[in-house]
C-alpha cells in the first residue's frame, strides 16, 4: 500500500459546483497534515493546513478522519482559477519528512 | 527572503553528461528536500537532510545519484552518469520541520536526449 493515496482525476466540473477530493494515508503518527496545489508547471504551494478534525478558509473546507485514516478537501462554488492539481500531503518522523500523494486534477470548465 | 533557489531552471544534456543541479535553502530553515516529479510517478522524494546531514536517502534511484549539502545555504544533486529515463523536474524545498510548511523552489526542468 502506498504511504499517501489520492484519486488521480481529472475531475471536470462546471463553474460554481462543489468537489471534493478525497486522500487516505498509512501513518497513524501524523499529528496534521497539508493540501497543496500546483499549477502546471509551476511548483507546489501549499493551500491549507488540517489540524485535529478540520479547517476551513473561505470556499475550502479540509477534513481529517483519523479513526479511517483519511483527509479531505471541498471545494464550494468552484471558479475557473481553482483548476490546478491538488496534493495531500502526510508528515512522517515527527512531521519532518514531508510525504506527497500523487495528486488529483481539477479542471473548472465555464 | 527570497524563498528557495534553484539554478539552472532548465537544463539539456546528452546522455552519459555529468549534471549538477543546485538549491539554496530560506535561511533559518533546518531541513531540506530533493523531489523529482514525472507525470507517472508524481512527487517523489529522494533525499532529505537535517541541519546538513542526510537523514534518508532511499528515495534516490541509483549510485548514479548524489546529493551534498556542504553548509547550511547550499545543496546539490548530482546525477553522474544521466541517462534520458531522469528526465524529469526536480524540486528542492525547505523547512523549519516539526509539520512546518514546507516552500518549494521553482524547480529545474532537465532533458537528457
Known amino acids: 500500500r502506498k504511504e499517501v493515496e489520492q484519486d488521480p482525476g481529472p475531475f471536470n466540473v462546471p463553474e460554481g459546483a462543489t468537489v471534493a477530493f478525497n486522500c487516505t494515508y498509512s501513518?497513524?503518527?501524523?499529528?496534521?497534515f497539508f493540501w497543496y496545489r500546483q499549477d502546471c508547471r509551476k511548483e507546489p504551494k501549499l493551500l491549507m493546513s488540517?489540524?485535529?478534525s478540520g479547517n476551513e478558509d473561505g470556499r475550502f473546507t479540509a477534513q481529517l478522519n483519523r479513526a479511517s485514516q483519511y483527509i479531505s478537501l471541498l471545494i464550494r462554488d468552484s471558479k475557473l482559477s481553482d483548476s490546478a492539481t491538488y496534493l495531500c500531503?502526510?508528515?512522517?518522523?515527527?512531521?519532518?519528512?514531508?510525504?506527497f500523494g500523487g495528486g488529483t486534477r481539477l479542471m473548472v470548465k465555464p | 527572503d527570497a524563498g528557495v533557489i534553484q539554478s539552472p531552471r532548465h537544463e539539456v544534456t546528452e546522455m552519459g553528461q555529468e549534471v549538477t543541479l543546485r538549491c539554496k535553502p530560506i535561511?533559518?530553515?533546518?531541513?531540506l528536500f530533493w523531489y523529482r516529479q514525472t507525470m507517472m510517478r508524481g512527487l517523489e522524494l529522494l533525499i532529505y537532510?537535517?541541519?546538513?546531514?542526510?537523514?534518508?536517502d532511499s528515495g534516490m534511484p541509483e549510485d548514479r545519484f548524489s546529493a551534498k549539502m556542504p553548509n547550511a545555504s547550499f545543496s546539490t544533486l548530482k546525477i553522474q552518469p544521466s541517462e534520458p529515463r531522469d528526465s524529469a523536474v526536480y524540486f528542492c524545498?525547505?523547512?523549519?520541520?516539526?509539520?512546518?510548511?514546507?516552500?518549494f523552489g521553482q524547480g529545474t526542468r532537465l532533458t537528457v536526449v
Open positions: 500531503v502526510v508528515p512522517y518522523n515527527a512531521g519532518n519528512m514531508l510525504t
Open positions: 535561511s533559518g530553515h533546518d531541513y
Open positions: 501513518n497513524s503518527a501524523s499529528q496534521s
Open positions: 488540517v489540524y485535529s
Open positions: 537532510f537535517n541541519n546538513n546531514v542526510p537523514i534518508d
Open positions: 524545498a525547505s523547512t523549519p520541520g516539526g509539520y512546518a510548511e514546507a516552500f
